[in-house]
């Protein structure tokens, strides 16, 4: 007989239980077979290494020089192979692309700018989505590893047990006018003020966004009446700025079109929620904390770049928008 690896648990086993009989339960063996083997292995190293008696075994002077270099060996044994799986998981790992999601908005890439500088080394693949519901179905299905969006409140988007989410901040919606609409010469505009203004809107969606919309003109005392719907914003830009709408958009968007204003409006009746969210199997914390700091970070120059945003900003919209309540 050979010397094995395997053999040198069998000697550990017999040392650890103090018995024939509890090692071959801890091996599965029987005892008689646990007995031929261990002869078998002591006859290999040139004779006893254990005393026999009706208590069971113990390891003579020999058996324990023994026992001693067969721990060191198991022990380096288990950290060599522990080191090469980590090894070839981490191989793995940095082979396979993190993939990225998001929707429309400035929040996309800023999270892809962020990547590039925080994993070089890994390869990025994205996916940028028009439908909230389908993005959030990607993250809850493995499909995606992390990404960005909106979230409106009492519209909850439902996320999968392996998906976690933190809220960056509160993202008010101003209101887009054109310049010469009676109310574009106010710094805010009231939400009751636009009874009876036609709304342009993007299509309905899981997101609620038409509902939520409804929901929060209803409490400022009226319906809105959604006349046109578009998910195209220059299409969107062109009816506010002939006077035929009104509609929604975010601060960070681009300066206004040409015939059009933005004005915040007073008392933030709409904002939403920009969500980070990343699936824990695949994105390590340290790596979404990383992304939600830089996320941030961007935003907040995105805001400095935009003078109305910024002036809103400045005059108590912080605390809103980044407030312990977010």
């Not at 700091?293 to 605390?319: D, H, N, S, T």
Request: with cysteine; hydrophobic share 45%; charged share 20%.
């Amino acid at each position: 007989m050979h010397l094995e690896f395997r053999h040198l648990r069998v000697l550990l086993t017999v040392a650890e239980a103090g018995s024939i009989r509890g090692a071959a339960a801890r091996l599965q063996l029987s005892q008689p077979a646990t007995s031929a083997q261990l002869k078998r292995i002591e006859h290999e190293l040139g004779g006893p290494l254990f005393i026999r008696s009706a208590e069971g075994v113990k390891p003579n002077e020999n058996g324990q020089y023994v026992l001693r270099c067969a721990r060191d060996l198991v022990v380096g044994f288990d950290r060599l192979r522990e080191h090469a799986r980590s090894a070839a998981e981490a191989d793995t790992e940095a082979a396979a692309p993190l993939r990225a999601g998001g929707t429309a908005g400035p929040l996309a890439p800023l999270l892809i700018s962020a990547l590039f500088e925080l994993v070089p080394e890994r390869r990025l693949t994205t996916d940028a989505r028009r439908s909230v519901h389908t993005l959030v179905k990607m993250l809850s299905r493995s499909k995606c590893d992390i990404a960005v969006f909106g979230e409106f409140p009492g519209f909850p988007l439902p996320v999968g047990e392996s998906v976690a989410t933190r809220t960056l901040l509160r993202e008010p919606v101003f209101v887009l006018l054109s310049e010469d609409h009676p109310l574009a010469r106010q710094e805010r505009v009231s939400l009751h003020e636009l009874r009876g203004e036609e709304w342009v809107m993007p299509e309905a969606d899981e997101s609620g966004v038409h509902a939520y919309l409804h929901l929060t003109c209803q409490s400022a005392g009226f319906t809105p009446h959604i006349a046109h719907v578009t998910p195209d914003l220059s299409v969107a830009q062109i009816l506010v700025a002939g006077r035929r709408a009104v509609c929604g958009v975010w601060p960070t968007a681009d300066v206004p079109a040409p015939g059009t204003v933005q004005r915040p409006l007073a008392d933030v009746p709409f904002h939403r929620r920009l969500q980070l969210a990343w699936n824990t199997e695949s994105v390590p914390p340290q790596l979404a904390d990383a992304v939600g700091e830089r996320l941030l970070a961007g935003y907040l120059a995105l805001v400095r770049q935009r003078p109305q945003y910024l002036a809103w900003w400045e005059a108590g919209g912080e605390e809103f928008a980044l407030g312990a309540d977010r």
